[in-house]
């Protein structure tokens, strides 16, 4: 089986999850976030290099500032409990959004996690918070053009590269499968830009339910999918023939 290098996963269904239990919603993501560890470790487990999961959008303030609040502590929280063991595995930790407009506390977690495990070779986990793709676009849209008004950019030269360089972490490359438990077929804004060519796969189960085997699912669903990039041919292996 191929192991695609960078796996996205859109966390839905915490809410639902809740709701179906008589509980409140933030039960549901006290759930969903122990589905996170089980599904990083595994991905971190069968070899993936890069994992991105989508914790919070730009859109997710619009919910009551209780559920808000409830989220933002949990994440802090995970993160600090969690670092221990992804440093001890050799995995990098970055975080890609607006980051600045995220409580203290929690910018001064994802900067301690980051610089912590910066050196390690292993997998690369990219949490997605206060993340909008159109927003990513935007910001790098201004980046270049903050550039070529201070003259160190000629307008002439930017292109598709160059955007991908201005986007929030350059460094990962774009997703080869994005999952997304919960069921709905819709992207919700989640890395636009970067899955332009990214295999798309839904699965029925709620995040909180979400376990190995869902994983392992989701990749021999990836396998069975013919990629070709806008050519005729399947991918690199298949070339010389
Ligand atoms: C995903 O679960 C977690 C976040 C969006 C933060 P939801 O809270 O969206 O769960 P549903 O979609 O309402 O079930
Ligand atoms: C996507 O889920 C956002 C995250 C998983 C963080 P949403 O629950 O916010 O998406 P919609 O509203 O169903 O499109
Ligand atoms: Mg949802």
Redesign the pocket.
């Known amino acids: 089986m191929k192991i695609p290098g960078h796996v996205a996963i859109i966390?839905?269904?915490?809410?639902?999850?809740a709701?179906q239990r008589g509980l409140p919603?933030i039960q549901?993501?006290i759930e969903?976030s122990k589905a996170t560890k089980r599904a990083v470790l595994a991905c971190d487990d069968i070899g993936v290099k890069y994992c991105s999961v989508y914790?919070?959008?730009v859109e997710?303030w619009k919910r009551p500032v209780q559920e808000v609040e409830g989220?933002m502590t949990l994440i802090e929280k995970a993160l600090r409990t969690e670092i221990d063991e992804l440093h001890e595995k050799n995995c990098r930790f970055i975080a890609s959004g607006r980051l600045e407009e995220l409580p203290e506390t929690l910018q001064q977690a994802f900067q301690e996690g980051r610089e912590r495990t910066a050196g390690n070779t292993g997998m690369t986990l990219n949490v997605l918070i206060n993340y909008g793709g159109r927003a990513e676009i935007a910001d790098a849209a201004k980046r270049l053009a903050r550039k070529a008004i201070a003259g160190e950019l000629d307008l002439e030269t930017i292109d598709e590269d160059m955007i991908g360089q201005a986007l929030y972490s350059p460094e990962v490359p774009d997703p080869d499968i994005v999952v997304r438990p919960?069921g709905?077929f819709r992207i919700s804004n989640f890395l636009l830009w970067e899955v332009a060519y990214s295999e798309f796969v839904v699965l029925p189960v709620?995040?909180p339910d979400f376990r190995r085997e869902h994983l392992v699912e989701a990749i021999s669903i990836y396998n069975s999918r013919e990629r070709r990039f806008g050519g005729l041919v399947r991918d690199e292996d298949d070339r010389q023939l």
């Open positions: 966390m839905d269904g915490n809410g639902r999850w709701q919603r549901g993501h969903g914790a919070f959008s997710n989220l919960g709905e709620l995040w």
